[in-house]
């Protein structure tokens, strides 16, 4: 057990608890009820009266991450880690590529946004990457569990707030780089930079796995010597042609010049790419490509991830989309699809970036026969104030505005015909909404299946 803690409710007897002042809490104020949990030391900023041992140190967190770095690094060194990083792709990729070691037959343990996954536990997760103190426990469970691989996906907070510090990857990934995170990165510049810094956490022997068809995968090849390619035409994973159908695709591809050709159940361009981060992934791992195609079949979307339902004579979509560009994807991927109508739900969050609603406002609308705008997490702000945000990008009059999800989700189900696809983006896995500071229950796929239920009575 790491001895560690700095949440006081989580502190056991035994542990140093660690007082660190965040952005909206001070773990300061919580030293007293940290040492009646049983802390027998604590680690703090300023001197404080307690029954314990006090450490004063200028920075405590940073003092405790090179602590825990220092003292429990060395344990995961024989974890075979993979990191994958990018703006979109991350889950699917990740998810992917632990369920194919799976079929390998090895344990295996995955971390990201829909959770930790180790054998049968299970954990939810608050963030993609979550804080270095989360990581290095869900590794010491996945060592606790014989774990050969652990698959993470690494967000870009995570690499700028040093929260794989003192990990080493055996391969990592990028799938591409889009507008997100601006509210915390500034520009496209410095959110790069922030993907790149992966590099710095892979083993001198370990492979950088990269999307050449995004520009910014130069970067990662000027930077990382043994860097190697996947996309279309002059990869090192080269995807020669593919056949897009409504519940599987065809695609032929070549590996350092050998054909292959496989069937996956996944769907859409953008899926390619993901099903090509993981081939390239297991490949540089040391599995056969025979056998990743023979396992291929088995593979299924992650929740949330494209997952469809047939309603009445059309399809409903749940995918997280939730980018500028990951909407683009979703939205024109199913108009090429598509037989009848596209309608698209789709709403921004609230407290984060602005500068992408009204690009997705006006994404949705160019690209969607129809669209319900509503909303997805509004938070601390007003939703109305959203959705004027969203508004201003729109140029046509095929839109409607439904604030309330659940209500948004039944009108868009309603408007069915035959062959229509309906698209909920946004929430994919996610079973909550947030408004102010409270999660009310609310899952996009469970409505479905409700609708769907209640046209049978």
Same mark, same amino acid.
């Given at each position: 057990?790491?001895?560690?803690?700095?949440?006081?409710?989580?502190?056991?007897?035994?542990?140093?608890?660690?007082?660190?002042?965040?952005?909206?809490?001070?773990?300061?104020?919580?030293?007293?009820?940290?040492?009646?949990?049983?802390?027998?030391?604590?680690?703090?900023?300023?001197?404080?009266?307690?029954?314990?041992?006090?450490?004063?140190?200028?920075?405590?967190?940073?003092?405790?991450?090179?602590?825990?770095?220092?003292?429990?690094?060395?344990?995961?060194?024989?974890?075979?880690?993979?990191?994958?990083?990018?703006?979109?792709?991350?889950?699917?990729?990740?998810?992917?590529?632990?369920?194919?070691?799976?079929?390998?037959?090895?344990?295996?343990?995955?971390?990201?946004?829909?959770?930790?996954?180790?054998?049968?536990?299970?954990?939810?997760?608050?963030?993609?990457?979550?804080?270095?103190?989360?990581?290095?426990?869900?590794?010491?469970?996945?060592?606790?569990?014989?774990?050969?691989?652990?698959?993470?996906?690494?967000?870009?907070?995570?690499?700028?707030?040093?929260?794989?510090?003192?990990?080493?990857?055996?391969?990592?990934?990028?799938?591409?780089?889009?507008?997100?995170?601006?509210?915390?990165?500034?520009?496209?510049?410095?959110?790069?930079?922030?993907?790149?810094?992966?590099?710095?956490?892979?083993?001198?022997?370990?492979?950088?796995?990269?999307?050449?068809?995004?520009?910014?995968?130069?970067?990662?090849?000027?930077?990382?010597?043994?860097?190697?390619?996947?996309?279309?035409?002059?990869?090192?994973?080269?995807?020669?042609?593919?056949?897009?159908?409504?519940?599987?695709?065809?695609?032929?591809?070549?590996?350092?010049?050998?054909?292959?050709?496989?069937?996956?159940?996944?769907?859409?361009?953008?899926?390619?790419?993901?099903?090509?981060?993981?081939?390239?992934?297991?490949?540089?791992? %040391?599995?056969?490509?025979?056998? *990743? +195609?023979? /396992? #291929? !079949?088995?593979?299924?979307?992650?929740?949330?991830?494209?997952?469809? $339902?047939?309603?009445?004579?059309?399809?409903?979509?749940?995918?997280?989309?939730?980018?500028?560009?990951?909407?683009?994807?979703?939205?024109?991927?199913?108009?090429?699809?598509?037989?009848?109508?596209?309608?698209?739900?789709?709403?921004?969050?609230?407290?984060?970036?602005?500068?992408?609603?009204?690009?997705?406002?006006?994404?949705?609308?160019?690209?969607?026969?129809?669209?319900?705008?509503?909303?997805?997490?509004?938070?601390?702000?007003?939703?109305?104030?959203?959705?004027?945000?969203?508004?201003?990008?729109?140029?046509?009059?095929?839109?409607?505005?439904?604030?309330?999800?659940?209500?948004?989700?039944?009108?868009?189900?309603?408007?069915?015909?035959?062959?229509?696809?309906?698209?909920?983006?946004?929430? %994919?896995?996610?079973?909550?909404? *947030? +408004?102010? /500071? #409270? !999660?009310?229950?609310?899952?996009?796929?469970?409505?479905?299946?409700? $609708?769907?239920?209640?046209?049978?009575?």
């Amino acid at each position: 057990m790491i001895k560690y803690e700095t949440d006081s409710r989580k502190v056991k007897p035994g542990q140093t608890f660690v007082a660190i002042k965040g952005y909206t809490v001070d773990g300061h104020d919580y030293i007293e009820s940290a040492v009646k949990n049983g802390a027998t030391a604590i680690i703090a900023e300023k001197e404080v009266k307690t029954t314990v041992p006090v450490t004063v140190v200028e920075n405590s967190a940073k003092y405790f991450q090179e602590k825990l770095v220092e003292e429990y690094s060395k344990n995961f060194k024989n974890l075979k880690l993979i990191g994958i990083t990018g703006t979109n792709g991350k889950t699917t990729s990740a998810y992917l590529t632990y369920q194919m070691l799976s079929k390998f037959g090895k344990k295996v343990a995955y971390m990201g946004t829909i959770g930790f996954m180790c054998g049968d536990y299970y954990e939810e997760l608050p963030n993609t990457s979550p804080e270095i103190l989360t990581i290095y426990k869900l590794l010491e469970i996945a060592l606790d569990n014989s774990c050969e691989y652990v698959v993470m996906e690494v967000s870009s907070h995570a690499l700028d707030l040093k929260r794989i510090e003192g990990l080493s990857f055996e391969v990592c990934a990028f799938t591409n780089l889009t507008e997100d995170h601006l509210d915390y990165h500034k520009t496209m510049d410095s959110y790069l930079e922030c993907k790149l810094l992966i590099t710095d956490y892979l083993k001198d022997t370990g492979v950088m796995l990269v999307n050449k068809d995004d520009d910014a995968s130069k970067k990662f090849i000027e930077k990382f010597s043994n860097t190697k390619t996947f996309g279309i035409g002059n990869a090192d994973y080269d995807i020669s042609e593919f056949d897009i159908h409504p519940d599987h695709t065809d695609i032929r591809f070549k590996v350092y010049g050998d054909d292959y050709k496989v069937t996956t159940n996944l769907t859409s361009k953008f899926n390619i790419y993901n099903y090509m981060t993981m081939f390239s992934i297991v490949h540089e791992l %040391g599995f056969n490509c025979e056998d *990743i +195609i023979k /396992h #291929t !079949k088995d593979l299924k979307q992650p929740k949330g991830r494209c997952e469809t $339902y047939k309603v009445k004579d059309g399809f409903a979509v749940v995918d997280y989309a939730h980018t500028p560009d990951a909407v683009l994807k979703v939205v024109t991927a199913y108009k090429e699809l598509a037989k009848a109508r596209v309608i698209t739900l789709v709403g921004c969050g609230g407290d984060r970036d602005p500068m992408k609603r009204p690009i997705m406002g006006d994404i949705a609308s160019e690209y969607s026969d129809y669209v319900i705008f509503t909303s997805d997490n509004p938070r601390t702000e007003d939703p109305e104030n959203i959705m004027k945000d969203i508004l201003a990008g729109v140029k046509k009059d095929n839109y409607e505005v439904c604030l309330d999800r659940r209500e948004a989700i039944k009108k868009a189900l309603d408007m069915i015909n035959k062959d229509d696809i309906v698209l909920l983006l946004g929430k %994919g896995h996610e079973d909550y909404q *947030i +408004i102010g /500071h #409270t !999660k009310i229950h609310l899952d996009d796929s469970e409505e479905i299946l409700k $609708y769907v239920d209640n046209l049978k009575e």
